[in-house]
């Protein structure tokens, strides 16, 4: 049960990126005054942990009823999350866990950014939902497993709200380098987890014998 919880608390914390999102954030509410950014902060964080719920509780039903296997699963989800991690780790945005350039472009015309980009897809993105759904189908039918991994997910969505009240701080402390650091150091971490989910698919798919 501790290794689901670290697991868990490790791949939400590396798909959502409560520190990225803040300082995205910070960009894209500049010129803001502090009351609408904390509004913005709250609402988008709370839509980001509904979606996100949604997906942990009902994706792996829905995904059955199109008929996609544990096994498949498994597999597709651990390759997203490899590609994903590789564009941390070279610190490259490929709108798996950030905003494309064209979303960026769009919400700067925004007066209210909590919903579109912020709630999605910058903290409820693919990357997001689908660990979510992976780490739900990894909890089987334990409830106690379960609620660890919701428990995870609504831990990190505090944290991560925690980032976005104290986003201009963040910027500040950590500026354009430190972030890519930290982002490079969780990008290793999510490719492990991802290959390992992989070998999972694999393993149980029967492929390799």
């Not at 501790?2 to 990126?17: C, D, K, M, P």
């Not at 979606?51 to 296997?69: K, N, P």
């Not at 987890?193 to 999972?200: E, Y």
């Amino acid at each position: 049960m501790l290794e689901l919880a670290i697991v868990a608390l490790t791949t939400f914390v590396v798909t959502i990126g409560p520190v990225d999102a803040a300082v995205v954030f910070t960009v894209l509410a500049r010129g803001q005054p502090p009351a609408q950014r904390r509004a913005m902060a709250w609402r988008g964080t709370l839509v980001a942990g509904g979606i996100l719920l949604l997906f942990a509780l009902f994706g792996e039903t829905a995904l059955a009823m199109l008929g996609i296997t544990l096994p498949a699963l498994y597999t597709a989800g651990g390759i997203l999350l490899l590609l994903i991690g590789i564009d941390m780790v070279f610190a490259r945005s490929s709108g798996g866990v950030s905003t494309t350039e064209d979303e960026t472009r769009e919400a700067r015309g925004r007066t209210d950014i909590s919903v579109f980009p912020l709630a999605t897809p910058l903290l409820a993105g693919p990357g997001a939902m689908g660990a979510a759904i992976l780490l739900m189908s990894k909890a089987g039918g334990d409830w106690a497993a379960q609620a660890v991994v919701v428990g995870a997910l609504l831990a990190v969505m505090v944290l991560t709200l925690v980032c976005l009240l104290a986003a201009t701080r963040i910027q500040r402390l950590l500026g354009v380098t430190g972030a890519h650091v930290l982002s490079r150091v969780l990008g290793v971490l999510l490719c492990a987890l991802a290959m390992q989910f992989v070998f999972d698919g694999l393993a149980e798919s029967g492929l390799l014998g």
